[in-house]
């Protein structure tokens, strides 16, 4: 039922963007890739140039979260037992950081960029991808480290490792398709950042980074309605999935259900359609609305 | 509405085509920006009435050609930068249709792109792939913009540490270079000094010879008719002339003249320029007429002019001495002719009257002049009345006239050439010593 609502939707999707002309985007967007490619390494560059330890600033940031959380729930809270803590925590921590830093870059990219926008022409959509493709370098840098910590912890490495790369690009995809969303509202309601904040603080608790789906009460009684809670946290938050195949590749040392990851790729493919389309519907204006 | 944009040039198709397009604005935009805004109006069940919008252009019909260069002239407010940007594509017609064809250009904004902690050279790769050039291309060009730059040891020098000069220097080196279609200039040609902006000029012409089309949005009408083949003028979101710069720059000249005539002797009942004098004779205002007897606002280059100065004084003074002085917009002062130099006594005085300087041919150029007034004593020891910029007028110039400068000096060109000059790789020398044949160039 749900899986067929889905589809519709999709096929509805890929008809408007037929109409929106995607195969000349698509082409424009490519023209201008050497752009992206500038807009990203500039983007690193000022990041990093005035500070002393540059780019080591990015494994030295997910080390320090690590620690805090290592000493919250190791010793704070011992109740919650998970072996091999801190290496539990960063293989969640770094994905979702990688989220969290494409969501906050990527929804003021249109805003930042407004200087260009308003006065030079190009694919509007260069802005949000330069922006999300900036905290993948930064994403793969911090994975340097996770390497070291999977072999400082001996951690049981997945068979199904090489699927890693994929994992990575599924997670890039439904980022961009929601930054694509919210770096279009924040152009027209400046309030999208205020929301966002909040709705980000929420995601984080209610996706499993922390502590895992299996903490959680299988189910979830109020009054006469009985939620399953463990399928709907997957089901609803497409980032939990994600998580959930990260830790099963880096940490648990699984094979990773094959629908499983299908479904998560298929989620990340739409919300990118939706996204894009919603770009594009609206990118014309914000030449004039910034 | 349609907008149709393609990279390439099409033969014998206009490369900028606007037909009906009208592009509005809602006059309270900055108010509905915030979600808050949005529920409100939607709990008020305010509806957006077609007051709340405004029409910088309205059912523009324009269609440019390859190799046209296009001058735009028209007020503030106009339309011209709403125009520019619909070619640009920065923003989309709200109706109508609009096609461009080729590569688009626009120096509105030189170094927009730039980012500040990047070195100049890196800005070129960064700002060359803003106007869509890849990686390759841009390799071909950037020694040719580096060069033309003249940014010599600076290029790799952070460009947060140029002058404003160098920022702009780089910014249209790297724009002229990007080898557009279609270039939109706004004002820009007062680039860098007086060497760079010939620079700028040279690589403009040589843009024209590539076959090429500008769109050039200017105040200074000189510049313009010197570069445009072609001019429109724009007004309240219409165009009101179309066709030879010459010609539509002197129907707009006249119109905003005639508007100005109404307005400055509305604006003349007003005390407002500098005033000062004992009084005993006093000037009450200065004229302008025409031969036909008229007032007048603006006048032709080579008309005759009457310029009037009325005056009253309660007592009788004895040889007054009257005097006018011309000075041109920018404050250069043109002329000061008196009755004292003229040679003329003027006898005793008491009463009303008015005193005329007559000009046979105005040899005042194209621009906006200004009249100051006095009265004087005989040996210019007491100011009677000084009357500061007391009078504006305008004059235009005919395309026959010369057109550089303020005044005509109705020369005439005479070209002599020495009989050696016959052989190849002669020289045109103009000697009074040797006149061998001497041909006299008609005064135009």
């Known amino acids: ?290 | 509405m349609t907008v149709v944009r393609r990279p390439q040039i099409q033969p014998d198709r206009p490369v900028v085509s606007l037909k009906n397009v009208s592009r509005a604005y809602d006059k309270q935009r900055e108010y509905n920006r915030s979600l808050q805004q949005r529920l409100l109006r939607i709990i008020t069940r305010k509806q957006r009435t077609p007051t709340d919008l405004f029409y910088p252009l309205q059912d523009v019909s324009l269609s440019i050609h390859s190799g046209d260069f296009l001058g735009i002239i028209g007020p503030n407010g106009a339309g011209k930068s709403t125009l520019l940007k619909l070619v640009t594509g920065i923003i989309v017609p709200t109706s109508g249709d609009l096609t461009v064809c080729g590569r688009v250009c626009s120096l509105l904004e030189l170094g927009a792109g730039f980012h500040p902690d990047l070195t100049g050279r890196e800005n070129i790769y960064l700002n060359g792939s803003i106007y869509g050039l890849n990686r390759r291309e841009i390799d071909e060009r950037v020694e040719r913009i580096i060069d033309f730059a003249e940014l010599g040891n600076f290029i790799d020098t952070p460009v947060k540490h140029y002058s404003s000069g160098m920022y702009v220097r780089l910014g249209f080196s790297v724009a002229i270079h990007t080898d557009p279609d279609i270039l939109l200039v706004d004002e820009v040609l007062a680039v860098g000094d007086v060497n760079f902006q010939q620079k700028c000029l040279r690589s403009i012409e040589n843009f024209r010879q590539r076959g090429g089309t500008l769109i050039l949005v200017s105040h200074d009408l000189t510049t313009l008719q010197s570069i445009c083949t072609r001019a429109i003028w724009l007004e309240d979101g219409r165009i009101q002339a179309d066709g030879d710069p010459l010609d539509v720059g002197m129907a707009y000249l006249e119109s905003m003249a005639n508007r100005e005539q109404t307005e400055t002797s509305l604006a003349k009942t007003e005390e407002d320029s500098r005033r000062w004098g004992t009084g005993r004779i006093r000037i009450i205002a200065v004229e302008m007429y025409r031969t036909n007897g008229e007032i007048g606002g603006y006048f032709y280059t080579g008309e005759p002019v009457r310029i009037r100065v009325k005056f009253e004084s309660d007592e009788a003074v004895s040889s007054p001495v009257f005097g006018i002085a011309i000075h041109h917009q920018n404050g250069t002062h043109i002329t000061g002719p008196n009755t004292a130099h003229a040679g003329i006594e003027l006898g005793t005085i008491h009463g009303r009257g008015w005193i005329d300087y007559i000009v046979p041919q105005l040899p005042l150029l194209e621009g906006v002049y200004t009249i100051s007034a006095a009265v004087v004593n005989h040996n210019d020891t007491e100011t009677y009345d000084y009357r500061d910029r007391i009078c504006k007028f305008r004059v235009l110039s005919s395309r026959t006239s010369e057109r550089y400068g303020l005044v005509v000096f109705g020369g005439h060109w005479q070209l002599e050439t020495s009989a050696e000059s016959a052989a190849p790789n002669h020289d045109h020398r103009l000697s009074p010593d040797s006149p061998r044949s001497s041909t006299a160039i008609p005064n135009a």
């Open chain 1, 1 to 290: 039922m749900v899986y067929r609502g889905v589809h519709s939707t999709l096929i509805s999707i890929v008809e408007s963007l037929s109409q929106l002309h995607i195969i000349t985007r698509a082409r424009e967007l490519w023209r201008y890739r050497e752009l992206i490619r500038n807009l990203v390494i500039s983007n690193l560059k000022s990041r990093y140039k005035n500070s002393a330890l540059g780019f080591v600033w990015s494994l030295l940031n997910p080390l320090g979260m690590m620690l805090v959380f290592t000493i919250v729930f190791g010793f704070l809270m011992p109740d919650v037992r998970v072996e091999k803590y801190p290496l539990f925590v960063l293989t969640g921590l770094l994905p979702w950081n990688f989220f969290q830093a494409s969501i906050n870059a990527g929804m003021y990219s249109v805003v930042g960029g407004s200087n260009l926008v308003k006065k030079v022409s190009f694919p509007r959509e260069v802005l949000p991808i330069a922006a999300v493709l900036g905290q993948l370098v930064n994403f793969l840098l911090a994975f340097a480290v996770l390497f070291m910590a999977l072999v400082v912890f001996q951690a049981s490495f997945s068979p199904w490792l090489w699927t890693l790369p994929i994992v990575i690009l599924i997670q890039t995809v439904f980022s961009t398709g929601v930054v694509l969303v919210l770096s279009t509202l924040n152009v027209f309601y400046r309030d999208t950042a205020m929301i966002m904040e909040v709705i980000m603080l929420a995601w984080f608790f209610l996706t499993p980074v922390v502590y895992s789906v299996g903490m959680l009460p299988e189910t979830l009684s109020t009054g006469s309605l009985t939620v399953p809670l463990q399928r709907m946290v997957y089901i609803l938050n497409p980032l939990a999935s994600l998580i959930a195949i990260y830790r099963d590749l880096l940490y648990w040392g699984y094979r990773t259900d094959v629908d499983f990851f299908v479904r998560t790729a298929i989620t990340a493919v739409a919300v990118f359609a939706f996204g894009y389309w919603f770009f594009l519907r609206y990118s014309d204006r914000f030449g004039e609305e910034l």
